[in-house]
């Protein structure tokens, strides 16, 4: 696509609940980025897949984040039995290099 | 390790005044240097990007930064704030190769008054 497109944009769950985000990149882009954005805390990067290499997952916050990307294009973020600190904005990016990395609008999710 | 430091979290000018946001950086070695903006409910937006070369440089709508390396420095200008620069600024510093992921700031947030 023209763009990094993330889905959903908004989800509301409950403590407990699992979650899945998706995040579709750029087509052709070998790189792929998950970063979590609470509020005043900046951009938390939580893992980096490049191509066909081992993702990096040093980011993840806890054994509850888990991601995978399929086929070299499309990520999914798996949240499980969250919690009300798990609200945040979850972005993506992909990027040929990183240094032009393209990041989609997020996904908001809010923990009640 | 990598760390970039926005040292205000909140700045407020007048439209068609000037504007200067912070950003420091720690890095081992020569830095990409970069300036996002992120609007209300958007993702993020790249305004400029230093990857070597001259040490001023231009982006969009208007904003330029200078790099300063004996000040760990990249501090992101305007000359004429318009009510529609009101966002969230992030400076972000990355690898000089491969793919390791941007650091960032925590953000500033920009507000204009008539």
């Known amino acids: 696509g023209a763009g990094v497109s993330q889905s959903p944009s908004n989800k509301v769950t409950e403590k407990g609940k699992d979650v899945e985000l998706r995040c579709d990149p750029i087509s052709g882009h070998t790189a792929l980025y998950w970063y979590r954005q609470s509020l005043g805390q900046g951009l938390e990067f939580l893992i980096y897949f490049q191509g066909n290499s081992a993702p990096d997952k040093s980011g993840l916050p806890s054994d509850r984040f888990s991601a995978e990307r399929t086929g070299g294009s499309v990520s999914t973020l798996t949240i499980q039995r969250t919690q009300q600190e798990d609200s945040a904005v979850y972005l993506c990016?992909?990027?040929?290099?990183?240094?032009?990395?393209?990041f989609g609008a997020g996904s908001r999710l809010t923990v009640l | 390790a990598q760390s970039v430091t926005q040292p205000d979290i909140h700045i407020t000018v007048s439209e068609g005044a000037s504007l200067e946001l912070r950003c420091n950086y720690s890095?081992?070695?020569?830095?990409?240097l970069f300036w996002y903006v992120q609007s209300p409910g958007q993702g993020l937006q790249l305004l400029l990007k230093?990857?070597?070369?001259?040490?001023l440089v231009q982006g969009i709508k208007g904003f330029e930064a200078e790099f300063k390396r004996s000040q760990s420095s990249f501090n992101l200008r305007k000359p004429s704030v318009h009510w529609s620069d009101a966002a969230e600024y992030f400076c972000?510093?990355?690898?000089?190769?491969?793919?390791?992921?941007?650091?960032f700031g925590k953000g500033t947030r920009l507000s204009v008054i008539a």
């Open positions: 890095y081992g070695a020569t830095p990409y």
């Open positions: 230093y990857f070597s070369g001259d040490t």
């Open positions: 972000a510093v990355g690898a000089l190769s491969g793919n390791t992921p941007l650091v």
């Open positions: 990016a992909s990027s040929l290099e990183s240094r032009l990395a393209v």
